[in-house]
């Protein structure tokens, strides 16, 4: 019965509303007649009221008509249509005082009508519509469940069409209790009838003072720094801290406003913005024969998805793990099918006579070189294996590369590499160094690309802290102050096949990767994430640093500088000076130690080929 009322409702809804204002006009109208009674004798107008009334109210549902009132949603009216609504009122009482002036001019209707009938007739239009809006844009909580107190940070455009989306709602269980703004203009005010209580500073007081569950951060035009501090306050809080994100990007994408609204993810503590590169039909990639080895690897396998989706005439992975590179092929055919040329190589990249051998048969012309150990402590144990894995592959790789015409090789390196303190940092300096000195003779644009972490990646710390508090805890951090540069897969792996687009041959590119994190701090806002206190629910504990780690990470050499490129947020290490010669006689020696695994005297031929290199604590097995 109910279902049938609606639809009456609705589909009636332009004819109720003009009978409704027909009515509600006609009274007000004639209340003004019952107001001037006693100083007027009503019986001398009786006939021209009531014909008065009828002009009035015709008048008023013409005009109305004429324009598009009763085409409105007022249940979504904003500003503009209230505005519409008093223009046309205005207009009606100006057209009706004009013809009943003409009509009436032998019994003139009093004053007092004009005026009064003016002002109660303009309110009622307006204050009926603005009644109804309210009514339906409000909802009782809903029944059976405790509704979830609610602090709204921001007191903008964004917080208001947010506030404006939850009220409406039926179904939200969100009590929206209070906001905070830093405008100090805006504090003790109101926002969609929710107070703003103070500034960004104040919300952990807040939250206990107003015992909230939830915070919703509606702060999309925010700085990063300014919102990397927010929301570092509200994950010292124990709220549920959700995000809107740009409404910009939402209207864009098509999707609804609080369907938007998302938790916090370790991204957004990052201290920047993601750095958005094209990945689809980069002419790096597009029709060409794209070797990646490593390609089951975190870094290597979104090489390979990015690659696919810019259609190369044939992707070659190369990958040791049978597992890995079976999981890679079965995504691509899943996603591509036939339309993607798929080639999966099991090879180690260090049999150089093997890597050689499928470079000359497969003739690709991009390799894209991710395969490495990166593991810093596990290196320190077993340094040679390190060059092997890292030095000899890259070095065999370039010099199949240059004798097979490969048009471009890119290495991924890292930012452990400058001034290492690790192995594996040093071996990946040796890397660049190698690629440097070949681009001095070499038709094939060597190059390198440098980057921090990688979020989720294997073997880093985020999945490493997940792990531990998903166990109880503890987790453990080597040191208080250590700090890291972070970056998600999608920006590293586009940087990476946007270096082999406008590479010339020889360069170091590098990502502006904003403000290193503290990792502590990191551990803290992945157990508060997780909807835990650290140090009451989850204990973190301090190991110590482990051999070859360093408190920070660098991205260039403190001798060096970098200049930009046409990408925004790309840039280019300045070279240095290098010795081609002297790289490959060091690289000679430095492989033959290796082989015969002479690790002390492999970590010191590493020591000797980077000057850079500053000593820690090791150990060598």
Partial sequence: MTRKREGFLRKNRRFL???????????????????????????????TMFSSTVLFVLIYLIVFVLMGIYDSLWRYAEIYEFFRCLLAAVISVSVYIGISVFIYNNKTIPLSVYLMSSIFSVSVTLYSRLTYRMIRNTRLAPSGNRRRRVMVVGAGEAASTLLHEIFKDPNSDNNVVCAVDDNPQKLSRTIM????????????????????????????????????????????????????PDITKIISSGRDLLAAVRDIRVEDLLG??????DSGNLASV????????????????????????????????IEISENAAYEVEQNLQMRYGEDLDI????????????????IEELRPDIIFHAAAHKHVPLMEISPEEAVKNNVCATFNLAESSERCGVGTFVLVSTDKAVNPTSIMGAT?????????????????????????????????????????????????????????YFMTVHEAVNLVIRAA???????????????????????????????????????????????????????????????????????????QEIDAKRVFEDYEQLKKLALSNRNEEVVAKVISMVPTFKLSERVVG
């Avoid at 702060?219 to 995000?243: H, M, V």
């Avoid at 690309?449 to 490493?464: A, Q």
């Fill in 272 to 277: 920047r913005e993601e750095v958005e590169l």
């Fill in 193 to 244: 009838g929710v107070k703003i209580m103070g500034q960004t500073k104040d919300i952990p007081a807040l939250v206990t003072q107003c015992n909230i569950d939830t915070i919703l951060i509606a702060i999309p035009s925010a700085e990063e720094q300014d919102k990397r501090r927010i929301l570092n306050l509200c994950s010292k809080t124990p709220c549920t801290i959700r995000l809107l």
């Fill in 501 to 575: 687009e406008i590479a010339a041959g020889g360069e170091i590119f590098i990502l502006d990767m904003g403000y290193q994190v503290r990792i502590l701090d990191l551990a803290e806002n992945l157990i508060r994430l997780a909807g835990f206190l650290p140090y009451r629910d989850i204990a973190i504990e301090f190991t110590g640093l482990r051999p070859g780690e360093k408190l920070y990470e660098e991205l260039l050499l403190s001798e060096e500088g970098m200049k930009s490129t046409e990408h925004a947020k790309i840039f280019i290490e300045n070279p």
């Fill in 286 to 317: 597009a029709d060409k024969i794209v070797m990646v080895t490593g390609g089951g690897g975190s870094i290597g396998s979104e090489l390979c998805y990015q690659i696919a989706a810019s259609s190369p005439k044939k992707l070659i992975i």
């Fill in 343 to 358: 080639d999966i190589r099991i090879a180690s990249v260090r049999d150089g006579d093997k890597m050689g051998i499928l």
């Fill in 17 to 47: 509303l003009i009978c409704f204002d027909a009515f509600s006009l006609a009274a007000a109208y004639l209340i003004t007649w019952i107001a001037i009674q006693g100083r007027t004798s009503l019986a001398e107008y009786r006939s």
């Fill in 428 to 484: 990946k300096r040796i890397c660049e160094m190698i690629l440097q000195a070949k681009s001095q003779s070499s038709k094939t644009r060597f190059v390198a690309v440098r980057f921090g972490n990688v979020l989720g990646s294997s073997g880093s710390v985020i999945p490493l802290f997940k792990n531990q508090i998903a166990a109880g805890g503890p987790v453990t951090v080597t040191h208080p102050d250590i700090v890291r």
